[in-house]
Each structure stands twice: as structure tokens, then as C-alpha cells.
């Protein structure tokens, strides 16, 4: 198969989910095109609310959402072939990943910009508010962790990228100044600061910086403590001063990037080097059902409906923008997804390399692996085809990838703020509703993880805990809009599908932590499949209430309360 048509197959898709199904969604089902005040105007605070363009909204949401995961998810599902990989990728963006992040961003932004687990109290209970919060807490410790754990591995692996992703941190506040305190447009300071970041990069290859080891603590965890000390304090900074303006340029490095990749396969079309099915894998799990949590960013993946309910909803300036930044966010991130399956697959010359790499679950499983097979296919694409120096073209994919997993770093650490605060307020602790308080909790608090090296044993659940939160943002989508009369199948057959695979894989895997006597892997699988349980019955009893009397249903969980 020529990589070419696979690439082309799948944007032309993208291109006509967002043309029709988008719109359907926004018209029929959401009601997305409302002319009521966001909460950016209403709560309107200089720091958390604050009222931006569309076009730097959608960079936030875009470089927030489309970390590493939509690179690793794919870079380690190829293994089973490509065809079941790009399926998933294209239809689970489309109906499922793209459906529920507009959703979030929708209902989220319509009700004061509370995020999608603090509405479950009056959607579902009081009691599904806490495990869905509790889960959350949960996921983005370890999302924390590990992307901490990764940018400091990319930083030692490519000591090119560490004088322009520095550049670029230290350059984004005076472009917020230059937006928010001078009113000059947002969009010639970021392509400036574009060209000086190409710049950089070449500068980086001449100069790379090598972090030394500090006595005992080698270079490797000192990035760590660094990495979550720039977490810290991009969470508690107005919104304007560094998390918008670097991820308005972090998502014009993407589009170029990632153009650049396209262009370079459509002019080099290379063949699909791996087998595009591959059921047999040495020492790996079936890929049905566990393709649906291996690729979550990518295809659907519950992180997105924190970002969406969580930072995005409170800078929505109008309505009429969600469409394009909650939907169509989602359509970039799939493409992002697939170019990751086209690189790890096409970006090999032949079908010995790509099984060398591939020769067995545990040798592709790495973080290091499967990010180097994009890195090195990616560069590949830019090299053969664009002509770019293979150095350069090394570092610059690199650096796209640094750039994603840093802004979801700091996006999640604002997030885990918000949720710590919401929890201390549900449970009158005044000293955690402080925001420096808050974030201090949840930027450091990973340190235990990464210091301790019980991260990894955490990692495998990732997928399965990610997977399953997607399920219940969709659970709390499906009974919001059954109980506003709305036509709700679109969000509850994506979570009873999402549920149904992550639920199978969580049982799988479950049995085989149990042959291998890992019994916190084990705890964790069973706590997991308990929460999942008990949000399934807490929605089954508000279904099972609205078909007994709709009207009752309506005023009780809802009131005034949601709208």
C-alpha cells in the first residue's frame, strides 16, 4: 500500500467529519452556536478567565491536547500492522475523540466553566462527582510523572533541543506583553519568533547542552526538578503572560512541522514498509481489545475533557468559536496521530527494518523506542523528500515533540490546581483552595513518583485509566443531554463502546497481574473496574428515572443548577 493514499485517505476524512459532522453536532445536538455570555466574560479575572481570539484559543487546546501521547500511542499500536491503527485513528477522532472534547468544551463553557467532574454532581450525583474526581486526580498525577520523566529523556537523548525549547520559554511572556499590554496582534510576534526558533535549532545542533550529573542526582533528574519547577510556576501565571503565547507558537511550529512531513511523504510516497496486519506479536497482548487504550491521545482520550473543561471553556470568547477549537483541535490532533502511524510504519525502507524494531512487544514498548521510531521516520519524510539537512530534520521533530509533551505539562498542572481546589472546597480545606498552595501540591507531589521509580510500574494503567475517564465525561455528556431532550446517542454509543473495550482490557490484564504476582498493578485494575461500575449504575439510575417520569427527572438533577 502507498503510504501516499493512506495519508490522503485519512485527512480527506477529517476534512468531511468536520464539514458535516461537526456542524450536525453543534446545530442538533449541543446547541454550540448559543449567544450566551461565556464564562471568560462573566467571572472575567485577568488569570484563569480571561476572553481570547479564536486563533490563539485554538492554539492553547490544540498543543495542550496533542502532547507526546498521540506520538507514542501509535508509534507502539503499529506493531499489530498498520490498517487497525489508522481505523482507529480515523474513526475514533471522528466519532468518538472529537464528539467528546466539543461536548466537554460545550457544556463546560455553558455552565460557568466548572470542569466536567465537578458538573457530575448535578448531571449525575454527588456521590459520581467524587469518584470522577477522584480518578482525575489520579490520571493527572501520573500524566505529571511521566511527561516530566519523558521531556528530561528527550532533553539527555537530544541535547539539541535544549537551547530552542528554553528560547522559546523565556520569549513567550514578552509576546503575551506584547498582546495583552501593548494590543499589538498576536499573530507577527509568534511567526518572528518562529523564524528565530528555525534559527535556534540550527544553533542547537552546533551547540548542544548537556545537562552534568549534580553529585549523586544525575542530569537526568535534575531536568525532572526543573521541568516540574517551570510547571509550578506556569500554573499560578495569568493565562496571557506564558501559557497562551507559547502554545500560540508552539502550534504554528506543529502546522509547519507537520506540514513539512506531509509534503516530504507525498513527495517521497514511499510503501507501507510493515504488514498491514500483524496479528501475531512475540510476547504482547491481542490487539482487540487492547488497540483502544494503547492509542488514546490520537483517537479519543479522557485528558482531553480536563483541557476542554478545564482551561479551554474559561477563555472561550464566544460561542461560535467551540466548533473550530473543541472539534477541529481534535481533527488535528488525529492528523498529528496518523502521521505517527505513517512514520513508524512508512518511515522504515523495508520490511527487515521495521521488524527489527518491531521484533517483539518488549523490545517496542519504551518510552524511548517508540518516540525515537517517530523522531527518526519523521525526520526521514523531511529529509528524503523536503531535503533537509537529516540532523536538522532530527532535532526539529524533536523539538515538536518537547514542545507538545511541555505545554500538556503545564496545562495538567493548571488543571490538577483546579481540581484540588474544587475538592478542598467540597471539603472546607481553605489553606488548598489558595492557588500557590494547589499548584505547589500538584506540581511537586509527582516527585515521589519519578524519584521513587514507581512511575513505571503505574505507566501500564495509563492507557486503561485514561481510557476509561473518556468513558465518563461521555457517561456525564449522555444523561445532560437526555435530560435537555436532546438526541444523546451520539455520546452514549461512543461510551458504550469506549467502555465495553477498556473494561475487557482492564479484566485481561487484571489476570495477568495476577499470574505475575503484581499486586499494586492488580489493586489498581480492581479499584478502577469499581469506579467504572459505579458511574455505569449511577447514570443507569437517571435513565432509568427519565423513562419513569421525564419531568421529574429534569427539575431534580439538574435545577437551576445546570444549564
Given at each position: 500500500m502507498n503510504s501516499a493514499a493512506v495519508a490522503l485517505i485519512g485527512l480527506a476524512a477529517f476534512a468531511a467529519a468536520y464539514r458535516m459532522y461537526a456542524r450536525f453536532l453543534s446545530e442538533r445536538v449541543f446547541d454550540g452556536e448559543t449567544d450566551f455570555p461565556t464564562p471568560a466574560h462573566e467571572k472575567a479575572d485577568g488569570i484563569d478567565f480571561v476572553a481570547s481570539p479564536k486563533h490563539v484559543l485554538f492554539g492553547h487546546h490544540f498543543t495542550s491536547v496533542a502532547g507526546a501521547a498521540p506520538i507514542v500511542g501509535p508509534a507502539i499500536a503499529v506493531i499489530w500492522g498498520w490498517a487497525p491503527a489508522f481505523l482507529w485513528v480515523v474513526f475514533g477522532t471522528i466519532f468518538i475523540g472529537a464528539v467528546h472534547d466539543y461536548g466537554c468544551l460545550v457544556?463546560?463553557?455553558?455552565?460557568?466553566?466548572?470542569?466536567?467532574?465537578?458538573?457530575?454532581?448535578?448531571?449525575?450525583?454527588s456521590r459520581a462527582r467524587l469518584l470522577f474526581l477522584s480518578l482525575v486526580l489520579f490520571l493527572a498525577w501520573i500524566v505529571l510523572a511521566v511527561f516530566a520523566y519523558v521531556i528530561a529523556l528527550l532533553f539527555t537523548q537530544y541535547p539539541a533541543t535544549v537551547l530552542p525549547i528554553n528560547f522559546e520559554i523565556l520569549v513567550a511572556p514578552l509576546i503575551g506583553w506584547l498582546a495583552y499590554r501593548k494590543r499589538v496582534d498576536l499573530l507577527i510576534p509568534s511567526i518572528v519568533v518562529l523564524i528565530l526558533?528555525?534559527?535556534?535549532v540550527w544553533l542547537g545542533t552546533k551547540f548542544p547542552l548537556v545537562m552534568p550529573d549534580w553529585g549523586s542526582v544525575s542530569g537526568l533528574h535534575v531536568w525532572i526538578g526543573l521541568l516540574l519547577s517551570y510547571a509550578f510556576a506556569a500554573s499560578v501565571l495569568p493565562v496571557w503572560t506564558l501559557l497562551q503565547p507559547r502554545d500560540l507558537i508552539n502550534s504554528h511550529k506543529l502546522f509547519l512541522g507537520l506540514g513539512l512531513m506531509y509534503a516530504g511523504l507525498l513527495v517521497v510516497h514511499p510503501p507501507m514498509a510493515a504488514p498491514a496486519f500483524n496479528a501475531s506479536v512475540p510476547d504482547g497482548p491481542p490487539w482487540f481489545p487492547f488497540l483502544f487504550i494503547t492509542i488514546a491521545c490520537g483517537a479519543v482520550s479522557g485528558f482531553h475533557g480536563l483541557v476542554s473543561s478545564g482551561t479551554t471553556s474559561k477563555q472561550l470568547n464566544s460561542f461560535?468559536?467551540?466548533?473550530?477549537?473543541?472539534?477541529?483541535?481534535?481533527?488535528?490532533?488525529?492528523?498529528?496521530?496518523?502521521m505517527s502511524v505513517l512514520a513508524c510504519t512508512a518511515g522504515f525502507k523495508t520490511l527487515s527494518a521495521w521488524r527489527v524494531h518491531y521484533q517483539s512487544w518488549s523490545h517496542a514498548e519504551g518510552l524511548g523506542a517508540k518516540i525515537g521510531a517517530f523522531v527518526e521516520g519523521g525526520s526521514r519524510f523531511l529529509h528524503d523528500g523536503v531535503g533537509v539537512?537529516?540532523?536538522?530534520?532530527?532535532?526539529?521533530?524533536?523539538v515538536i515533540v518537547i514542545s507538545f509533551a511541555a505545554t500538556t505539562l503545564d496545562t495538567a498542572t493548571r488543571i490538577q490546581r483546579y481540581i484540588i481546589s474544587e475538592l478542598a472546597e467540597a471539603y472546607r480545606i481553605p489553606a488548598l483552595q489558595n492557588r500557590y498552595a494547589a499548584s505547589a501540591l500538584a506540581a511537586f507531589s509527582p516527585m515521589l513518583l519519578v524519584y521513587g521509580g514507581n512511575w513505571k510500574a503505574l505507566w501500564p494503567m495509563f492507557g486503561a485509566t485514561n481510557q476509561m475517564l473518556a468513558?465518563?465525561?461521555?457517561?456525564?455528556?449522555?444523561?445532560?443531554?437526555?435530560v435537555k431532550k436532546k438526541p444523546y446517542a451520539f455520546a452514549l454509543v461512543p461510551m458504550l463502546f469506549l467502555v465495553a473495550m477498556t473494561g475487557v482490557s482492564m479484566v485481561i490484564g487484571l489476570a495477568g497481574f495476577l499470574r505475575s504476582g503484581e499486586g499494586l498493578l492488580a489493586g489498581l485494575s480492581v479499584v478502577l473496574l469499581g469506579l467504572s461500575a459505579a458511574l455505569l449504575f449511577e447514570a443507569w439510575i437517571v435513565f432509568r428515572s427519565l423513562a419513569a417520569s421525564p419531568t421529574k427527572v429534569e427539575a431534580a438533577p439538574f435545577g437551576a443548577a445546570v444549564r
Open positions: 457544556v463546560s463553557a455553558k455552565n460557568g466553566g466548572r470542569s466536567i467532574g465537578d458538573l457530575a454532581a448535578p448531571i449525575l450525583s526558533l528555525v534559527g535556534m461560535r468559536d467551540a466548533r473550530a477549537i473543541g472539534y477541529g483541535a481534535m481533527l488535528g490532533e488525529g492528523a498529528l496521530a496518523l539537512e537529516e540532523g536538522f530534520a532530527r532535532a526539529a521533530i524533536a468513558g465518563f465525561c461521555l457517561i456525564v455528556l449522555s444523561v445532560y443531554l437526555a
